[in-house]
């Protein structure tokens, strides 16, 4: 039994942040059922380019696989009816939606708690259910401008600069996670369950980390730095190689001992500006007039060769490509795959998650209202005709109200 087995997610999610949360439980084998919105057309991430079509894209697939989707309208009566009846067999109510919208479509803690006291609902949103923000929309790039993210990155005469990947969101997705995790024991351990209001903002704030004690407790002032450098070890960053760029690390006195006897500027092992942390910081300037054209004499590779040999922490700044082909990538199983109706044999990256030494199993991510059989017939118990019935009353949508009169009426026919 997968760790996860017993444990049923309601996941009113879109996008990217959301899903990534869900997306770590559900390879842990929690039931996630996505339910999506049929006012929209369900998860926006299945409408985003390259590789879409129809109601479905890679985007989406990487995150949603192992999950179920029902398409219900919460904003009706009987979409509400259903979505209670799922709310009473199930532990955690899921979303990432503005944070004034959680209060409005009643899904906390309070507006549950009388349908199944030990509910978890954990709203993830950007800027949290309180505080002045509590109504903007909040997307990676603000939040990392916002957070002071982009005055940090990039080089020191560049424009402020994002990270290349949506960090902000993966990691909101991954605190989500945990709180869900811990509310979800607490609740079986104490009888009552809880909200989880967890934010970008307050995720992106909390990695600011030690620039922000820093900061805090001085009259330090982060600053960009060059070539992405460590903001205090020295040196702690990328060097421009003969045909590429190779990161080296020198976090401990025995690694740049190390270092320039491999590159044979021996002399430095000695030298008393350079000897410690503070005076290699005091002295960076000088550090590095001697290292970056020493770099600049050997390709990557034949730096990786010595480096790796001398024991010091180094890697190739590699392209997406490069990375996922990668030794340790194969060896670690990193790419996964799913068989999918339009797309073919897709191959994705897996989550980093890993619980005991069984290798994960996973499907493709549902299509729109795929398993509404599954959940209302065999998990909620109800009969055909119900089914029927939310379906013209627009539990699940308009598309899929007309398909079910449809059905309906050529059943009567026969």
Request: with cysteine; proline share 6%; hydrophobic share 40%.
């Amino acid at each position: 039994m997968k760790p996860l087995a017993d444990v049923r997610i309601l996941a009113i999610e879109q996008y990217g942040a959301g899903p990534f949360g869900s997306v770590q439980l559900a390879d842990l084998g929690a039931d996630v059922i996505k339910i999506e919105d049929p006012s929209v057309g369900g998860d926006i991430g299945r409408y985003v380019s390259p590789l879409q079509s129809g109601e479905d894209s890679i985007f989406y697939e990487t995150f949603n696989r192992n999950k179920r989707s029902l398409s219900l309208d919460l904003t009706t009566s009987s979409g509400r009816a259903v979505f209670e009846d799922l709310v009473r067999v199930s532990d955690i109510v899921y979303s990432n939606l503005r944070g004034d919208v959680p209060e409005r479509l009643g899904i906390r803690f309070e507006d549950l708690r009388h349908l199944n006291p030990l509910i978890v609902c954990c709203s993830l949103s950007g800027y949290g259910m309180t505080g002045p923000r509590r109504a903007d929309p909040g997307y990676d790039y603000v939040v990392q401008g916002l957070a002071g993210w982009m005055d940090l990155t990039g080089e020191p005469d560049g424009p402020p600069t994002k990270s290349g990947l949506s960090v902000v969101d993966f990691s909101g997705g991954l605190v989500a996670a945990i709180s869900m995790l811990a509310a979800l024991h607490a609740a079986r351990r104490d009888g009552v369950g809880s909200d989880c209001d967890v934010s970008l903002f307050e995720t992106a704030m909390s990695m600011l980390t030690y620039p922000a004690a820093w900061a805090l407790n001085s009259d330090f002032e982060p600053r960009r730095t060059h070539h992405s450098a460590h903001p205090s070890i020295v040196p702690f960053q990328a060097f421009e190689s003969k045909d590429g760029w190779i990161v080296v690390a020198c976090p401990k006195e025995k690694f740049w001992q190390r270092l320039v006897e491999a590159m044979g500027l021996h002399e430095l092992a000695t030298e008393p500006r350079f000897q410690g942390f503070a005076n290699r910081h005091r002295y960076a300037a000088d550090v590095l007039a001697i290292l970056e054209p020493a770099f600049a004499k050997r390709s990557t590779a034949e730096w990786l060769d010595l480096l790796s040999a001398a024991q010091v922490p180094c890697g190739p700044v590699n392209s997406v490509a490069q990375a996922l082909a990668d030794v340790q990538s194969t060896a670690r199983g990193v790419v996964v795959s799913t068989e999918h109706p339009h797309f073919g044999h897709v191959r994705q990256v897996a989550s980093a998650v890993r619980v005991g030494s069984e290798p994960s199993e996973h499907r493709r991510a549902p299509l729109r209202h795929e398993d509404a059989a599954e959940v209302l017939g065999t998990l909620l118990g109800y009969s055909p005709e119900q089914q029927v019935h939310l379906a013209t009353e627009g539990a699940f949508g308009a598309h899929f109200s007309s398909n079910r009169q449809k059905e309906a009426e050529g059943n009567n026919h026969v």
